[in-house]
């Protein structure tokens, strides 16, 4: 219902594989896929791995459909959120697959905020420390624009579009 009432407003409604959400695992978020005409996919790689779900299976079933893609990564092993390229998430192989134009979402959680206690009770578990939120930020970015780079992007004012 929500998808027809945002409808006639212009409003495109998505849904982010976030854990502890009903569509957070695979087969729900397919289930959601499946019977939710009109929604919209956001592609979380660290969300996934957090639930237990491999970016290979999940890259696979969900990346032709997603319409943009939070940029952070994860160590399954450790449980540490890490920036883009240095955990599970296969964030290059993720780049190498973009064959429409996308919105890549930073979405680094480099650095402890808060809030984020209050979202699922967990405590964030970081492999690197930095001395502020903005060079956690500016690594963050670093990190994706070298995997883009590394897939044949070329920068063209504010986007990066497939090298010519």
């Known amino acids: ?4 009432i945002a409808k006639p407003f212009g409003v495109q409604l998505c849904h982010e594989n976030e854990k502890d959400i009903y569509g957070d695992v695979a ?3 397919k289930d ?3 019977n ?3 929604l919209k996919y956001v592609y979380d790689p660290a969300n996934y791995l957090q639930v237990g779900e491999p970016a290979e299976n999940t890259l696979s079933l969900f990346h032709a459909s997603s319409e943009y893609f939070h940029i952070k990564d994860f160590i399954v ?3 540490e959120i890490v920036p883009a ?3 599970d998430g296969k964030i290059s192989k993720l780049v190498s697959m973009i064959d429409k134009d996308v919105i890549l979402t930073l979405e680094p959680h480099l650095a402890v905020f808060d809030a984020f206690k209050s979202i699922d009770n967990t405590e964030m578990k970081h492999k690197f420390h930095f001395d502020s939120n903005l060079s956690a930020f500016n690594t963050a970015v670093d990190s994706i624009k070298k995997i883009i780079l590394d897939n044949g992007y070329v920068a063209k004012g504010n986007v990066f579009v497939k090298g010519e």
């Open 85 to 87: 390229g240095y955990g």
């Open 27 to 29: 087969c729900r978020v």
């Open 36 to 38: 939710v005409k009109g």
């Open 32 to 34: 959601i896929m499946d």
């Open 1 to 4: 219902e929500m998808v027809e």
């Open 77 to 79: 092993s450790t449980g």
